[in-house]
T-cell receptor, first 111, second 115 residues
Framework: DSGVTQTPKHLITATGQRVTLRCSPRSGDLSVYWYQQSLDQGLQFLIQYYNGEERAKGNILERFSAQQFPDLHSELNLSSLELGDSALYFC??????????FGQGTRLTVV | AQKITQTQPGMFVQEKEAVTLDCTYDTSDQSYGLFWYKQPSSGEMIFLIYQGSYDEQNATEGRYSLNFQKARKSANLVISASQLGDSAMYFCAMRVSNTGNQFYFGTGTSLTVIP
């Protein structure tokens, strides 16, 4: 168990809909990273938050947004969903530059 | 630009044998970290081992060791005494301080351990 909790584990939704993925980092970790893993794109960095503030942005679509709350949990919002958004979405938290722990992921299927 | 290259899409190893998974990286930064993660069929990403760019000794964690050759920009993972439970995807990743410590991942190597 990495200590990073992601909910839900599985999500099936229709095109055009909006979903929210939730991540609770390890206790005390201030950094949260979101990644998307798809068969054709591999693991892609989406966005990073540090103590509530956006720190770095990767290949995140405008239809996607995220935030980190005062209790350090983070949410990734995906809207106007398309079939191509089907993927495994990971959250990771990092206590230091030498470690980073991933949650079990949320498997999103858009039908 | 930062890049991780894993050239072995699939590897097979006999149980109890050692196996080396290749990883090369590219960065112009002097301060970076190299990681290996294991992803079994269940999908979770399991942290295996870390090597810092300034670490002089190769990292070891149980049956995992990282063969770090800085001049060649390679960070190969060595798994000794392979077990059936080692069958999984293995990802090499790099983290660079100057880019907010985000991870850059390779495409992965699928390892199958044969009984």
């Amino acid at each position: 168990d990495s200590g990073v909790t992601q909910t839900p584990k599985h999500l099936i939704t229709a095109t055009g809909q909006r979903v929210t993925l939730r991540c609770s980092p390890r206790s005390g970790d201030l950094s949260v990273y979101w990644y998307q893993q798809s068969l054709d794109q591999g693991l892609q960095f989406l966005i990073q938050y540090y103590n509530g503030e956006e720190r770095a942005k990767g290949n995140i679509l405008e239809r996607f947004s995220a935030q980190q709350f005062p209790d350090l949990h983070s949410e990734l919002n995906l809207s106007s969903l398309e079939l191509g958004d089907s993927a495994l979405y990971f959250c990771a938290s990092s206590p230091s530059t030498r470690e980073a722990f991933f949650g079990q992921g949320t498997r999103l299927t858009v039908v | 630009a930062q890049k991780i290259t894993q050239t072995q899409p699939g590897m097979f190893v006999q149980e109890k044998e050692a196996v080396t998974l290749d990883c090369t990286y590219d960065t112009s930064d002097q301060s970076y970290g190299l990681f290996w993660y294991k992803q079994p069929s269940s999908g979770e990403m399991i942290f295996l081992i870390y090597q810092g760019s300034y670490d002089e000794q190769n990292a070891t964690e149980g049956r995992y060791s990282l063969n770090f050759q800085k001049a060649r920009k390679s960070a190969n993972l060595v798994i000794s005494a392979s077990q059936l439970g080692d069958s999984a995807m293995y990802f090499c990743a790099m983290r660079v301080s100057n880019t907010g410590n985000q991870f850059y991942f390779g495409t992965g190597t699928s390892l199958t351990v044969i009984p």
